[in-house]
């Protein structure tokens, strides 16, 4: 995917993207997994997305800097993130000269992003950042993220292929548009045998601590 430096500069010149790019950078953590690293690879990936698919842009880009906002304060009033994110979407924008008429196709976009919550992507907007959330799931940095993630959990090792299993490896069918499926079939090829090899290099230590745990068992007898 080429570099997005040539969007930005595109929509610099719109007042809402200035005040929203201020925003952003003061709201949002300085981290990878899912932070302000994060929020601005999905806006690459989205945005270049939607040049190649006819996307609205200004939609996709808005919905991709405010996908995760509501991720900031989620743990605390126990409402889906993406629910958060699309109303604050709607006040923020409205407030700093986003075209009205644009508003709730951003809060779709929004809302259709989260595996979790259920929403199936209609529009072409919302495929646009849909797809590019699940990509930043997949690949190098797919790989970063999951494992960062449920080391901050406090899971374990077979907890992180675990969650690999269940989730990440089935994302490159949840692809809507023809640019994020040829994207993902890079990224999941890349991924797939990361954990395939992260498995079986586990394995050595599963059967050492196996054949301990029975010895001693033999050794109390």
Same mark, same amino acid.
């Given at each position: ?43 690459? =990936? ?5 040049? #190649? ?18 991720? =900031? ?18 006040? =923020? ?13 951003? /809060?779709?976009? #929004? ?12 529009? #072409? ?51 809507? %548009? ?12 890349? %991924? ?18 196996? %054949?301990?745990?029975?010895?001693? /068992?033999?050794?109390?007898?």
């Amino acid at each position: 995917m080429q570099s997005c430096t040539h969007i930005i500069e595109f929509l610099s010149p719109r007042p809402w993207f200035k005040k929203l790019i201020r925003i952003i950078l003061v709201v949002y953590p300085h981290d990878d997994v899912h932070g302000l690293g994060h929020v601005l690879r999905v806006f690459c =990936l989205a945005t270049c997305i939607a040049v #190649i698919e006819g996307a609205d842009l200004e939609v996709v880009a808005a919905a991709a800097l405010l996908h995760d906002i509501g991720r =900031l304060v989620e743990k605390y009033v126990n409402v889906h993130h993406a629910l958060i994110s699309a109303n604050v979407a709607s006040e =923020l924008l409205n407030a700093i000269g986003f075209p009205e008429h644009k508003i709730d196709a951003v /809060k779709r976009a #929004i809302l259709a992003h989260s595996y979790s919550l259920g929403f199936t992507p209609k529009s #072409i907007e919302e495929c646009c950042v849909s797809d590019a959330d699940k990509l930043d799931a997949l690949g190098a940095i797919g790989v970063y993220r999951t494992i960062a993630t449920n080391i901050l959990r406090g899971n374990s090792l077979n907890d992180t292929i675990e969650h690999f299993v269940e989730k990440l490896s089935k994302l490159e069918h949840l692809m809507c %548009t023809k640019t994020g499926k040829k994207l993902a079939q890079q990224k999941q090829k890349f %991924t797939n045998n990361f954990f395939k090899n992260l498995k079986s290099e586990t394995i050595l230590g599963e059967e050492a601590y196996n %054949t301990i745990r029975d010895l001693v /068992k033999s050794w109390s007898t």
